[in-house]
Structure formats: C-alpha cells, structure tokens
C-alpha cells in the first residue's frame, strides 16, 4: 500500500519521454532508450537530472528529454529546427568566430598554400567556396590563381559584408557571393574545384561536413577535385595529471577539509563531456597515436555520418597514470597537377597551434598503467538523431597487461554527448 509521503513524492516528480537512447557511463547514470519514460526528481543542473527508470534511479542528460503532456502524443521533433540553424547562423554572423579562425595561422595558411601551390592550374578553373565566412579563401584564389569564377557561398548574414570585402580588394570581377544554404542555393554551372573549412571539434561535430557532401553530388563536375580530399580522426592514450587535479583531486583536503564527498558531482559536471580546446603536452600521450577513422571525401556519402566506428590498439610506452584519450584531425589537399606535394593541416601536438587545439575524453576513474601494457578497443560517433549538429563519441577499451604485469587487466566503456 502506498503511503501518503509516497503519493507526495510521486507527485513532485515529472514525467519525461526520451527522444533517442543513451548509454549510461558508471553506475550513477541510467541508460535508456528511446521513447521511455522516465519520472524526474530533480534538476541539479541544467544539463544533468536525477530521474527514474523502472524502479531503477540516476543521472540522465536532460537533453536526451522532452516532455510529455497527459494525453498527448509524443512531441514531435520537427516542431524545432533540428539543425538549430538560427544559432549556428547566428554565430558566424558575427565577428568573434571569424577572428577565431582567421586568427588561426596554420588554418589560414594552409588554404593558402593549397591555392597557391595549384595557381597555375586553378587559372581556368570555377571555384565554389562553401560556407565561405568573411570569404578569405575566395579572396585567395582570384589573387594568387586568378580562376575564371569563384562562387563564395555563405548562410549567415556575414555575406553581405563578404560582399563588401570582395569588392573593396577588387576581385568582384572573379568572386559572386551567394548567400544562402547549401542545399537550397542555385549556380548556373558546375565547379571543377569544390572547397571548404568545414571541419568541427573531433573532426564531425557540427556536422557541417553533410552540406560539403550534398554540393559535391550537385555541383561538383565528374572527375572534379575536393579540397580537403581527405581527412583522418586521431587517438591517443594520455595522462591529464594537471586537468585531473583542478577538477578531481581539488576535492579531497581543501584548506584542510575533506570534501570528497563532492568528488562524484564533480565527474559528473567535468568528466562527462568531453573537453574541447585542449592542449595536451606530446610527453603526456602514453603510446604512439594511431588513425581511428579515415574519410574519402570523393566516396564518403551522407549516409555514412550516422555512425562512424574505428578500431584501437596501443602500446603503452612508459609507466604513468591513464587518464583519457585525446582526440585530433588531420585533413589533406591533394594537388590538382600530377605528382604534385599534397598539402596537409595537422591539428595534432606536434604540429602548429590551431583554434581547435585538441578534444580530451576523461576516464571516470584514473589507471595505473605500465610500459609493455596494451590498450585497445573501439571509437564509435553516432549522430544524434534529433538534433543533426551533435553526437555521442562512445569508447570501449581493454588494458591488458604485459607479461611484467599480468594482473593489469581491466575493461570500461564511457560515452561522451557532444553536447545533446
């Protein structure tokens, strides 16, 4: 029989429908899939809920939910825009991601390049330049190569002044600047050249890379060149002792006090995620970085996006503490001249300094591992299927031990929302 404190509990709670599935990543953390329902208690935060699954209680992403009135079906996601293009629009409609990325000097230069090593080939070419931003590559290559047309497309509202920049460096003779989506705007001729900067945060996220593959299908001529024509997602074990500190550690005797107890709220809110813009020492990466996944950019379709799955295995090359792995790309032009170089832009710690820097996936728990000892298992980034510019990046790992250390063996599984 239930009793009435029960009957109050219940209803201070609210139910909730999951819009698609989600795998738990430690014990505190429910998995489910998608259309369950699940009863909140609370809203610690804005991002994570204490919430109820068949008797069963833990931490849910509040974004994985939507609510659901008596009565009424399932909300449906079409209602919002799934590819929030107000806000990502938004964004690069103002100066402060431009100056990001312009700012990027190895990013800038590297189109550079490109464009310059291929100028005598590219003079009798036509050009599109997709999501062009303040339209410096198209500014590039009626400058240096001279093409007959380069069609500067870009959605935000930077266009206007992309408009305005073009014609104040005198190249609105060779550059049209077209304003609108790729999907939906209009050229009077195919392209031989298709180019673009469309690489997120652990290369997909923001997904703008689907756009880059529906020009390609429409616009781009038989036998045409993508710049870049390929790209690669790289993985490495690595030690975060400073990261780890301010975030973890901090909590067992601050000014004397032990405040362990705050230790599994702050996994929650720092570990969960995954780290953007970090910058990892190459002496913290514990084993050669391998390659996890490879894109043709002449092949790869837009189905494919939906889940991308790499394998791992690494060598641990020295004794230390296992606290993540870190994530980054490399992307590669290839020449439009026969035996010509390749160029590549790096975004790795060996490399120059890029405004993505690098992505670190924290462990919830720390590993002591040895040299000799191996790691390996698979990376797996599955779209969300509601809201299209974000992704779930789900690791598995096995560490086995070498024959020094035979009883180093241990297995974990961890997913990481980016960022619904």
Same mark, same amino acid.
């Given at each position: 029989?239930?009793t009435?404190? !029960?009957?109050?509990?219940?209803?201070?709670?609210?139910?909730?429908v999951a819009?698609s599935?989600?795998?738990?990543?430690?014990?505190?953390?429910?998995?489910?899939?998608?259309g369950?329902?699940?009863?909140?208690?609370?809203?610690? =935060?804005?991002?994570w809920?204490?919430?109820?699954?068949?008797?069963v209680?833990?931490?849910?992403p +509040?974004?994985?939910?939507s *609510?659901?009135?008596?009565?009424?079906e399932? !909300?449906?996601?079409?209602?919002?825009?799934p590819w929030?293009?107000e806000?990502?629009?938004g964004?690069?409609?103002?100066?402060?991601?431009?100056?990001e990325?312009?700012?990027?000097?190895?990013r &800038?230069?590297?189109y550079?390049?490109?464009?310059?090593?291929?100028? +005598?080939?590219?003079?009798?070419?036509?050009?599109?330049?997709?999501?062009c931003g303040?339209g410096i590559i198209s500014?590039?290559?009626?400058?240096?190569a001279?093409?007959s047309m380069?069609?500067a497309?870009?959605a935000?509202?930077?266009?206007?002044y992309t408009r *305005?920049?073009v014609?104040?460096n005198?190249?609105?003779e060779?550059?049209?600047?077209? *304003?609108?989506r790729?999907e939906e705007?209009?050229?009077?001729?195919?392209?031989d #050249?298709?180019v673009s !900067?469309w /690489?997120?945060?652990?290369l997909?996220?923001?997904f703008?890379v689907?756009?880059?593959l529906l020009a390609?299908?429409?616009?781009l001529?038989?036998?045409?060149t993508?710049?870049p024509?390929?790209a690669?997602?790289?993985?490495?074990?690595?030690q975060?002792?400073s @990261? @780890?500190a301010?975030?973890m550690?901090?909590?067992?005797r601050?000014y004397?006090l032990?405040f362990t107890?705050?230790?599994?709220? +702050?996994?929650q809110?720092?570990?969960t995620?995954p780290?953007?813009?970090?910058?990892?020492d190459?002496?913290d990466c514990?084993?050669?970085?391998?390659d996890v996944?490879?894109?043709d /950019?002449y &092949?790869?379709?837009v189905?494919?996006l939906?889940?991308m799955?790499?394998?791992?295995?690494?060598?641990? !090359?020295k004794?230390a503490?296992?606290?993540?792995? &870190?994530?980054?790309f490399? #992307?590669?032009f290839?020449?439009?001249?026969?035996?010509?170089?390749t160029?590549?832009? %790096? &975004?790795g710690p %060996?490399?120059g300094?890029?405004?993505?820097?690098?992505?670190?996936? /924290?462990?919830?728990?720390?590993v =002591?591992?040895?040299a000799?000892?191996?790691?390996s298992?698979? $990376?797996?980034? *599955?779209r969300?299927?509601?809201?299209?510019r974000? /992704?779930?990046v789900?690791?598995?790992?096995t $560490?086995?031990?070498?024959?020094?250390?035979p009883?180093?063996?241990?297995?974990g599984?961890?997913?990481f929302?980016?960022?619904?």
């Amino acid at each position: 029989m239930q009793t009435e404190k !029960e009957d109050e509990d219940d209803a201070s709670c609210e139910e909730y429908v999951a819009r698609s599935d989600f795998t738990g990543s430690g014990t505190d953390q429910l998995s489910f899939s998608r259309g369950d329902r699940l009863l909140v208690h609370a809203k610690p =935060s804005s991002e994570w809920w204490w919430a109820e699954l068949q008797g069963v209680i833990g931490y849910v992403p +509040a974004g994985y939910l939507s *609510q659901d009135a008596a009565g009424e079906e399932e !909300e449906d996601p079409s209602i919002e825009d799934p590819w929030q293009d107000e806000e990502y629009f938004g964004n690069y409609g103002t100066l402060r991601l431009h100056l990001e990325m312009l700012s990027d000097k190895s990013r &800038t230069e590297a189109y550079r390049q490109v464009i310059l090593r291929n100028s +005598a080939s590219l003079s009798s070419k036509r050009v599109m330049d997709l999501g062009c931003g303040t339209g410096i590559i198209s500014l590039f290559c009626a400058q240096l190569a001279r093409p007959s047309m380069v069609y500067a497309v870009e959605a935000s509202s930077m266009a206007e002044y992309t408009r *305005q920049l073009v014609k104040q460096n005198g190249c609105d003779e060779v550059v049209t600047v077209l *304003q609108g989506r790729a999907e939906e705007i209009e050229l009077p001729e195919q392209v031989d #050249v298709l180019v673009s !900067e469309w /690489m997120g945060n652990c290369l997909l996220f923001e997904f703008m890379v689907e756009s880059v593959l529906l020009a390609r299908d429409r616009w781009l001529r038989d036998g045409g060149t993508m710049w870049p024509s390929s790209a690669a997602l790289t993985l490495v074990p690595c030690q975060a002792d400073s @990261y @780890y500190a301010e975030k973890m550690a901090f909590w067992e005797r601050p000014y004397g006090l032990d405040f362990t107890p705050l230790q599994p709220l +702050a996994q929650q809110e720092f570990f969960t995620k995954p780290k953007f813009s970090h910058i990892i020492d190459p002496c913290d990466c514990l084993a050669a970085p391998c390659d996890v996944i490879s894109l043709d /950019m002449y &092949t790869l379709q837009v189905g494919d996006l939906e889940q991308m799955k790499g394998q791992f295995h690494f060598c641990v !090359e020295k004794s230390a503490v296992f606290h993540g792995f &870190t994530a980054w790309f490399t #992307v590669c032009f290839k020449s439009l001249e026969a035996g010509g170089a390749t160029v590549e832009l %790096n &975004t790795g710690p %060996n490399s120059g300094p890029t405004h993505w820097k690098q992505t670190l996936f /924290m462990l919830d728990r720390p590993v =002591s591992v040895c040299a000799g000892d191996s790691i390996s298992g698979t $990376i797996v980034l *599955q779209r969300n299927p509601v809201w299209r510019r974000h /992704m779930t990046v789900t690791l598995h790992w096995t $560490i086995k031990g070498s024959t020094d250390n035979p009883d180093n063996a241990q297995a974990g599984t961890k997913s990481f929302p980016m960022w619904r």
